[in-house]
């Protein structure tokens, strides 16, 4: 059984559905289930989870590589 990335989840030990929580790039976020999926969200930056050209336009703007061929 997976567990949720989130310390807080209701369902600690329970046999729940849970997934990859993905930024618009892909990038994971963590395993949640639909209890904590937003409490999860909420640890990131809401920009992350939005149009792909603004993330990637934040990320420049924080000095981070977004070439893709690194």
């Known amino acids: 059984m997976q567990r949720c990335s989130n310390t807080h989840c209701k369902n600690e030990g329970k046999?729940?559905?849970?997934?990859q929580l993905t930024?618009?790039?892909g990038y994971p976020c963590g395993k949640v289930c639909d209890d904590c999926h937003d409490e999860q969200k909420a640890?990131?930056?809401s920009v992350i989870f939005e149009d792909p050209h603004d993330y990637r336009q934040h990320?420049?703007?924080c000095?981070?590589?977004?070439?893709?061929?690194?």
Not at 15 to 19: G, I, Q, S
């Open 15 to 19: 046999d729940v559905e849970r997934w």
């Open 23 to 25: 930024d618009s790039l």
């Open 43 to 45: 640890k990131y930056k």
């Open 59 to 61: 990320m420049a703007e």
């Open 63 to 70: 000095g981070e590589n977004i070439d893709d061929d690194y």
